[in-house]
């Protein structure tokens, strides 16, 4: 659990090639083990963990760096925090939060814009 938790304060998950494989690699463990350890201590299989620390990084970023909204595509910023696709990324985030990226983007601009009146 240290050293997920010390990999997950790294960012490493918005490494797009990430795979249980070779996390487990990185950590000095097997696929196996890791794979209980994310069951049992983050209740999720690991696609799912996965997505979940992602998009939770990508709305706090967002909300932190909102020229990021002015400034990249929909699918640069899906690539930014590590999702090959803009499906997976749409929809994991309409999950976690009950928008889509799109009307989530546009509060963040709006909201950028009544800081300025």
Known sequence: MKKLSFWEQQ???LDNKITL???AKEL???SSYLSKVINTHKNQNFASYLKDLRITYAINHLKENP???KTKS?????????FNSLSVFTKTF????????G???KRILEEEWRKTL
């Open 28 to 30: 000095n463990t097997n």
């Open 67 to 69: 020229e990021i909204v």
């Open 11 to 13: 960012n490493g998950f």
């Open 21 to 23: 494989h070779r996390l």
């Open 103 to 105: 009307v989530f983007f």
């Open 74 to 82: 929909m699918i640069q910023v899906a690539e930014m925090y590590g």
């Open 94 to 101: 309409k999950t976690k939060t009950g928008v889509t990226p």
